[in-house]
């Protein structure tokens, strides 16, 4: 995958410096003053294509950068060739008029593959070939132009091989020139098409690209037009000067600041050493200036008064280079300084109050320009990650995550929506700086689930007193009241066989009525543990239990017949409602007064609503017993009872 950009790469360095070479070694007119200017301006252009190539050897981006600088020194090498005394020189006389045109090649090549590679298709895999033709064209109707022969006052021997008007080579050079122009226009339209296909990353890139690359055609066909109205300029300065500056610099731009390349850190912090090295040393040179005027005898002479030039240097060292680092980052990596700003505010937020800290991944969303980016947590004993809001997460792949950790321990990761170096640096950085608000919702998440549990384990722990106490009052029905219940019957026949008069009659008497008062102190009992009509619903229990009330009692229960809103109700919280009832309807009775009473059953969202009203007097307070009741099986208590307005008690199961 990586072979063949290995090999255009080192072909392109190859022919730069065989251009180089020949331009060196041929004995032509200003040879080597196109060496030195080829050395000295196509060099960047060099130089970042073997950067990128080694940087990301998979890109066809370094080559492409290496052939836009070894283009115009092959160019140049063989214009001189026609003009020198080398061998073959003959031929390059023909031949180097017209080979300014393969200047062209390396910046067709670059808007063909930047930044991804050749669109598909098969126009952009022809448009090289067209090129190559085009500039065939423009080397073969130059070559035989009549002006370049020595009966035209040219430097070609003889006459030229095909004498034909020269409005005939007029419209011939038009045409070959619109020609060269639409093959340079279809580079430029590839650019457009991966501007069309790419993501927001790629868009920024080419538009960089796009800038540089438009104004090659622009800037050439603005020379020809100078050239034919007879203006006295270099047709070719204006598109090579582009060619050879502009663009590379735009693509610079793009990699250096989209994140083809991870160098922002790397020049920000040379340009502030290099700024505080500068500082510094004036502050040296400054003290020892200030202690010669005093007088060197105060410090001990010279060496006293280097020192404390050292010393004082020292001192503003390193405060001098963090407000240098700080002033350089805003000029020279102005989107890392808004990001941590960013950040930085959002912790000042939640530690004033003024924002949740649930809240970080939206803000670090922001900072970062990712809608896609998630923050996630680890929480210890967990199986992996979670949510903010404590749901389980799994990590789709490794490479987008970035781990956080904190002394040594994972604490969460963050997953971006693109990932390259530069911006997993940037995550780490925003992420650092959120620590507050991503440790201080990682001890959120971890309490809502340690709620969770205990709630989780009241409600199994009242489901399993509910179930006792149902077998318990099952027992005491079934069990010790059928049994005491025996002997009295017992007792009661055996009662009939003593006459009335009998003083053992009596004694029956007395048992069977003692008996009698045990069996009715167990119904109470087992009452009180858990209501029997539960058996038959929440609704027929209720019903029961109102019968009997002096004030008329409203009724709004389940809809539909008798139980079916009972559906999913749990034992424990089937009794519960019972007992908010049937302690709210005693209250009613014995304490407000009331006159009418209005009991309402609702189920909604897996949730049952227990509400009790009555027109009283009001003011009811405490119920820390019917509280605690409901609490225990995670629900709420609500009491609405202003003074001489009735009571409204509310509860949520």
Known sequence: MTTRPHVL???????????????LTMNAPDAHA?????????????????????????????????????????????????VSDAPAASVGAYVSPGAWVFN??????????????????????????????????????IAVEPLGYADRGGPLPGTTPLPWPDPVFRALEVLVGLGLLTVLGGAVAALVVHYRRGDDLVRVQVRWLMLGAGSVPVLLAAGWIAEFAGAS??????????????????????????DLLDVDRLLGGTVAWAVTSVVSAGVFAAVVLAIAQVGAGVVGGTAGSVTAAAFVTALVLLPLHRRVHDVV?????????????????????????????????????????????????????????????????????????????????????????RTTARRRRRALEAAVEARLPLEVSRLRVELRRALADARASRTRLVEGVADERRRLERD??????????????????????????DPTHADLEAAVAALEGTVAELRRLAHGVRPGRLDEGLDAAIR????????????????????????GVGEAVATTAYFVVAECLSNALKHADASSVTVTLARAGGRLTVAVGDDG?????????????????????????????????RAEL
Not at 9 to 23: F, M, R
């Open 104 to 141: 062209l090649a390396g910046f067709v090549v670059l808007c063909l593959v930047f930044p991804d590679g050749r669109p598909r298709g098969r126009f952009w895999a022809v448009l090289p070939w067209a090129y190559l033709a085009a500039a065939v064209a423009v080397i073969a109707l």
């Open 476 to 501: 005491l029905h079934d069990g010790a009241q059928q049994r005491v219940l025996a002997v009295g019957m017992r007792l009661r026949s055996a009662q009939r066989r003593h006459p009335p008069g």
């Open 233 to 258: 300029v270099n047709v070719y300065l204006g598109f090579l000067a582009a060619m050879v500056l502009f663009v590379p610099a735009t693509v610079a731009v793009a990699i250096l600041r989209h």
């Open 329 to 417: 980052g805003r000029l020279l990596d102005r989107e890392r300084t808004v990001m941590i700003a960013t950040v930085r505010q959002f912790v000042r937020d939640v530690r004033d109050g003024r924002a949740e800290p649930e809240a970080v991944q939206d803000a670090l969303r922001s900072a970062l320009d990712d809608r896609a980016l998630v923050v996630l947590l680890w929480l210890p004993g967990a199986d992996g990650y979670v949510d903010l809001s404590g749901g389980a997460h799994t990590v789709p792949d490794s490479a987008q995550a970035i781990a956080l950790t904190a002394r040594g321990s994972e604490v969460g990761a963050v997953l971006l929506g």
């Open 544 to 567: 029961d239990l109102v019968r009997d009330s002096p004030v008329p009692v409203s009724l709004d229960l389940f809809p539909g017949p008798a139980g079916a809103g009972l559906a």
């Open 617 to 649: 007097r009001g003011g009811a307070s405490g119920l820390t017993a019917l509280r605690d009741r409901v609490a225990a099986v995670g629900g709420q208590l609500e009491i609405d009872s202003p003074p001489g307005g009735g009571t409204t008690v």
């Open 34 to 82: 196109n060496a030195v200017q080829a050395l000295t301006t196509l060099s960047p252009a060099l130089v970042l294509g073997v950067v990128v190539a080694v940087r990301r050897p998979a890109s066809p981006v370094g080559p492409a950068l290496v052939a836009l600088a070894a283009a115009p020194s092959a160019a140049w090498a063989m214009e001189n060739w026609g």
């Open 9 to 23: 790469l080192a072909a392109g360095v190859l022919a730069y410096l065989a251009g180089i070479a020949a331009n």
